[in-house]
């Protein structure tokens, strides 16, 4: 059908079901359909015809004879096109609907839905009959895009909105008439006289953008750096500052963090075994670097491991924080952790009696994190996995990296969860 705007336009009235995808005829178009309405419209074409004339300005009435309809998401695609700038016409009227002039209840209908371009939402919370200012009047909405891949997709998409059954039930989701597509290709010719002066331009412009490149990294570098370097000085400052490792001693202690070394994963980095220079077997927690929660739980850990001291806690030995190297270094508990013991491939055996003592001791490292200990710590993140056995069988509570700290005058409860399951 050839338009007023002298645009030939194909037709498209396919028979397209609940999820269908088609092709035009000329292999120039195709639409995809998903969604199914709720009950039998009895328009199984996904297809809107009336016999009203549509109004408005250069509009071609014939085109908004027949619609396409769905019941939640519609999609256009242009096929096998030049990539470059492309402008999208969409051609929409409202012809389901009475209009709202009419103050009766089928004139309360709502037809909203999302308008997608490549990917991109371009209009939200849609509505026709309001954007055309009534219904049966056609309203036309252009976007500028690119078309990088050769194709161009237009996504409709009703998200839920406006009403779902008035006037009849079904009566909602995308509805559009008409689309074009056309490519916005060539520039006018350079003119006698102003050659150079265009590529004095180009070359400026090339320039100016290296330049502004620059700048951009040299001020993402420092200020990276001065991340860095705050967030040194906070675990530096400390107080009792821990002791602290090279990272090229804990390479040693753990054999270049071999994997026949390694313990387990942590909440936030792998845990190595490692024997330092003095002959002392360690536990080495590995922070993860590209963890940004990992690092606050570092600082965290550090912070409140160094300010209690208890049987039943897991000991500090001290940590790295060499360059963007962040260790944890405690003490090596050979029996690994509860949940080995209960529900792994462990050899122990644990009696009811043996059983009752982890569980005491277990309730009395709480109780002295609880109410004993300065500052008060809510651990928040007590499972097997974070229990610890020595060689006795006495339990240590370790993996303070979720702990929750507050002072004297503050209360020890908390509602808000940490932990991990």
């Known amino acids: ?53 549509v109004t408005g300005t250069d509009v071609t009435p014939e085109l908004f004879q027949t619609s396409r309809v769905s019941a939640g998401s519609l999609r256009y695609y242009g096929l096998g096109l030049k990539n470059g700038p492309y402008t999208v016409t969409l051609h929409f009227a409202e012809t389901v609907f009475a209009s709202r002039t009419s103050q009766t209840w089928q004139s309360l209908g709502r037809r909203v839905f999302d308008i997608y371009i490549q990917g ?44 779902c059954c008035i006037p009849d039930y079904g009566d909602y989701g995308p509805l559009i008439a008409a689309v074009h597509a056309a490519s916005v290709f060539g520039l006018p010719p350079t003119t006698p006289g102003k050659k150079s002066r265009t590529g004095l331009i180009v070359g400026i412009a090339i320039l100016v953008g290296v330049v502004s490149l620059l700048l951009i990294s040299v001020i993402l570098y420092m200020r990276r750096k001065k991340s860095e370097k705050q967030y040194d000085e906070d675990i530096l400052g400390l107080s009792p500052r821990p002791n602290t490792f090279s990272y090229a001693e804990l390479r040693v202690a753990t054999e270049d963090f071999n994997p026949s070394n390694k313990l387990g994963e942590g909440g936030y980095g792998p845990v190595y075994k490692g024997t330092l220079s003095d002959g002392r077997v360690v536990a080495v927690k590995q922070l993860s670097v590209a963890s940004h929660q990992g690092k606050s739980q570092f600082v965290s850990e550090i912070a409140t491991i160094s300010a209690v001291q208890h049987r039943n806690l897991v000991k500090l030995y001290g940590c790295c924080i060499e360059g963007s190297h962040r260790i944890l270094v405690y003490e090596y508990l050979e029996n ?57 069988l006495s339990p240590k509570i370790s993996d ?12 020890h409860i908390s509602t808000r969860v940490a932990g991990t399951m």
């Open 1 to 53: 059908m050839m338009g007023r705007d002298g645009i030939l336009y194909e037709t498209e009235d396919s028979t397209l079901g609940p999820a269908t995808f088609s092709v035009t005829s000329t292999s120039k178009w195709a639409v995809s359909n998903a969604g199914l309405f709720y009950i039998d419209r009895g328009n199984p074409s996904f297809l809107v015809n009336i016999d009203a004339q």
């Open 120 to 163: 991109t939402r371009r209009t939200k919370d849609f509505d026709i009959s309001k954007e055309a200012g009534g219904v049966n009047r056609a309203v036309v909405r252009k976007f500028n895009v690119s078309v990088l891949e050769n194709y161009l997709e237009i996504h409709l998409f009703w998200a839920g909105k406006g009403t």
């Open 336 to 392: 690994k952790s509860l949940d080995h013991a209960l529900f792994g491939t462990s050899n122990l055996h644990l009696d009811w009696p043996t059983r009752f003592n982890i569980l005491l001791g277990t309730a009395r490292g709480l109780a002295y994190l609880h109410e004993e200990s300065r500052p008060r710590i809510v651990h928040r993140d007590v499972k097997a996995s974070n229990i610890l056995l020595d060689a006795k």
């Open 400 to 411: 303070f990296g979720l702990a929750k700290l507050y002072d004297d005058e503050k209360t």
